[in-house]
């Protein structure tokens, strides 16, 4: 789904922090964040269009200080593009619905697939899973 804005739209939405992080692609400091920690069973929606993103099962620690995940809840909600800006060449992962800034993908991420996304605390808005005694009403 296309959720797509004006930068000018998004900076009237977004707070302050959150439009800097997903809309001029900066990085929150590590250990800085709300979730790089966080191991709550739930799911991890884009802070700009609130599609869900990363689940809780995919979410490790990775020792960075960011929340990082060896895969994305479904390959097509994340949209890449190579990012130059420090000397190591990066890739940059972004959300595929809005275009908003999450961070980057490397590949020194644990089994299964050996893939880390680094994701700001800020790209991120944590949504905890239903408790299961509300699923099933009898
Ligand atoms: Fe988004």
Known sequence: MNKKKSNAEWQSLLPPEVYRICFEKGTEPAFSGAYWRQKEKGEYLCAACD???????????????????????????????????????????LCAACGAHLGHRFDDGPPPTGTRFCVNSLSLKFQPAEPSSKQGKN
């Open 51 to 93: 599609t869900a993103l990363f689940s809780s099962a995919q979410k490790y620690d990775s020792g960075s200080g960011w929340p990082s995940f060896w895969q994305a809840m479904q390959t097509e909600l994340i949209a890449e593009a190579p990012d130059n800006s420090l000397a190591a060449r990066r890739t940059e992962i």
